[in-house]
């Protein structure tokens, strides 16, 4: 009798783990379409700029940080095999690997360090905005120092200065609001799909 409890435990236990790899898929695949549509949306102003990282914020903010960052590692594998899910359907490892190419790599760190600040501090809102303020620091870290490397190799040496006036101080604002967004709409969502899906996100 005890062993049949228990093969019939390592079944239930088998079948939750396959239905929670299967919500898994379910999850990333649906954040990284977002992220592709996110990035297609350009917002006309001065300096046009899209939702792409409105998309970034919102994944890690509703599935956490795990499902967060591999739903970017899979958006950023697509668009360097051809599927043309970066901002004005671009794809390629050209623009990866382009002078901009920084910042869309520095989302994998962006959502690494997310993830780290959830599982040390868990889902706080202090925790959150103090999540999403690192992030965006982080990618304009990151995509800044690829910037200068690559444009130096190309162009010539380019300033600090210089590079931070044309790729991140235009941006500052307009990435803080999206992140604002992000996290208003993912706390707000992420308990009524979870209910909705039967799963804890």
Known sequence: MNREMRAEAGNIQTGTERRRKTYDMAYIGLFVGLMAICSWISI?????FTLQTFA??????IMGGKRGTLAIVVYLLLGMVGAPVFAGFAAGPGVLFGTTG?????FIFTGLLMWLIESLAGRKLWAQMLSVFLGMVTYYIVGTIWFMIVYGNTNGSVSL???LSWC???FVIP??????LALGFGNALR???AGLLREEL
């Open 191 to 193: 308990k009524p799909l």
């Open 102 to 106: 920084g910042y869309l790599i520095g």
């Open 175 to 180: 990435d803080l609001v999206k992140a604002v």
């Open 44 to 48: 006309p102003t001065a300096i046009p």
């Open 168 to 170: 991140v101080f235009p």
């Open 161 to 163: 200065l210089t590079a």
């Open 56 to 61: 970034i914020f919102l994944a890690v903010t």
